[in-house]
Antibody
């Protein structure tokens, strides 16, 4: 059974930083695309970032140059380093498996329970 | 980016009825469209991908159809646990984008 468990959310001040983590199990982590998707309170879903099995990464324009996605395949872990945080970054952040590297990325097959990030002074 | 517009915003139906939810794309997404279900306080769950393929463990009452710019999610006979918010999402044109959601509520 695929399990994704996020951690690291909390309260940050505008301009501050947070690092989110996602512990993965139940699948071959090293051969899968992984994503972060967020949902502002009471709003819809927004894709944030994608990382390929080999480490290539992509970002939504709204977070480019502020957020960095990375992974540690030896520990089955995914991370999101968030810098220069803004109030509009307030959201639940979900870790989501994006499929095996044989396929094309872009879907979100399983999701974690999410971790809430609040950016406020 | 590709904008996905879902309709209606809210759909009120009774258990046992048939539900049809629509998703229209601002440009062709071929058949690279998925549907997700989200219940309050829970993460989204993938129901359908590539337009019409059911994800693992999804009941047969859920079906997807469409291609190009017009897609539909049909629930053939609503069960009490189906009342939730549904999102469509495309992966054809980068970046991946979601619709704004359709709330399916009990009438």
């Amino acid at each position: 059974e695929v399990q994704l468990v996020e951690s690291g959310g909390g309260l940050a001040q505008p301009g501050g930083s947070l690092r989110l983590s996602c512990a993965a199990s139940g699948f071959t982590f090293s051969s899968n695309y992984m994503n972060w998707v967020r949902q502002a309170p009471g709003k819809g879903l927004e894709w944030v970032s994608l990382i390929y099995a080999g480490g290539a990464s992509y970002y939504a324009d709204s977070v480019k140059d502020r957020f960095t996605i990375f992974r540690d395949n030896s520990k089955n872990a995914l991370f999101l380093q968030m810098n220069s945080l803004r109030p509009e970054d307030t959201a639940v952040y979900y870790c989501a498996r994006g499929g095996d590297y044989h396929d094309s990325p872009g879907y979100f097959f399983e999701w974690g329970q999410g971790t809430l990030v609040t950016v406020s002074s | 980016e590709t904008v996905l517009t879902q309709s209606p915003a809210t759909l009120s139906l009774s258990p046992g009825e048939r539900a049809t939810l629509s998703c229209r794309a601002s440009q062709s997404v071929i058949t690279y469209l998925a549907w997700y279900q989200q219940k309050p306080g829970q993460a989204p769950r993938l129901l359908i991908y590539d337009g019409s393929n059911r994800a693992t463990g999804i009941p047969a009452r859920f079906s997807g159809s469409g291609s190009g710019t017009d897609f539909a999610l049909t629930i053939s006979s609503l069960e009490p646990e189906d009342f939730a918010v549904y999102y469509c999402q495309q992966r054809s044109n980068w970046p991946p984008t979601f619709g704004q959601g359709t709330r399916l509520e009990i009438k």
